[in-house]
């Protein structure tokens, strides 16, 4: 138990400094440490993590998949408040993907659980998702949403655990969803992706077999970004592309968690 605290500190701390690869590596023998004991809850708090960074960058199936393993983890250990993080994380992925009718049943079911639980939602997570809801309340109309809220905090805890757990895709990917918004101004929308995969800590020969493109056209697509944004590195097109998809997310109401998770 002792080990798998110490590799998960290590990586909350790389979270903390942006190290994104060091995070992913100290995570995941954390996870073979917690699996190799049998320590369920551990294993269910990494899989709410990974998903949570999912989703802060719409990476919405990666979102999707990981929290309902770790709703699956919470419901086989039978701890009434893990399930409710997991699924009111899963909450805001069904409002980021835009199927408001899930998002509001799952936001019932949450509702119903913390009573059951008399508890509330981690700090971290309680305020974005009160602003999560109350956006999805005023984009759907008080009426439809109460009505779908209502169905959901009416369902057995199984019922509820097994609507979470379902294996719909998610109809709008994170990947999708940024296409469809405007790239920022100045790039095309080859660049804007190449931005994007730079973002996320991408090397040049990564994104060129990601895209299926050779590594000297995205040299090449980096020359113009460059170029066209009045930058020199990509640290500097990290921290404007970041930028953009905060924005993006802020439209999602999964913004915050780009700040609180890192508390």
């Known amino acids: 138990m002792g080990l798998a605290l110490a590799l998960y500190g290590q990586g909350h701390a ?3 400094q942006g190290d994104a690869e060091r995070v992913q590596e100290r995570w995941q023998t954390c996870a073979a440490v917690a699996q190799g004991v049998g320590n369920l809850y551990g294993l269910s708090y990494l899989e709410f993590r990974w998903g949570v960074l999912a989703l802060m960058k719409l990476e919405l199936e990666r979102a999707n998949g990981c929290l309902r393993e770790s709703l699956r983890l919470s419901a086989e250990l039978d701890s009434i408040r893990e399930m409710a993080v997991a699924i009111a994380a899963l909450v805001l992925v069904g409002g980021a993907a835009g199927r408001p009718e899930r998002a509001a049943r799952l936001a019932g079911g949450v509702q119903a659980l913390l009573q059951r639980a ?3 939602l981690p700090a971290f997570l309680v305020g974005e998702y009160e602003r999560g ?3 999805l309340r005023e984009h759907i109309g008080v009426q439809l949403f109460e009505q779908w809220f209502a169905d959901g905090q009416s369902l057995p805890t199984p019922a509820l655990v097994a609507e979470a ?3 719909t895709r998610v109809e709008d990917t994170g990947a999708d969803r940024i296409a469809n918004l405007q790239p920022f101004a100045p790039l095309s929308p080859r660049e804007w992706e190449v931005a994007t995969l730079v973002a996320r800590g ?3 020969g990564e994104i060129a077999e990601h895209l299926v493109l050779a590594q000297r056209t995205i040299e ?4 113009r970004i460059y170029e066209r944004l009045e930058i020199s590195n990509r640290a500097q097109l990290t921290w ?3 930028r953009s998809l905060a924005d993006a ?3 999602s109401g999964v913004a915050g968690l780009l700040l609180t998770v890192r508390r």
């Open 202 to 204: 991408a090397r040049n």
């Open 165 to 167: 757990r379902d294996d």
């Open 240 to 242: 404007v592309t970041q």
């Open 249 to 251: 997310a802020a439209e």
């Open 220 to 223: 090449s697509h980096l020359e």
């Open 118 to 120: 008399g508890c509330d």
């Open 14 to 16: 790389a979270l903390v």
């Open 133 to 135: 809801v109350t956006g």
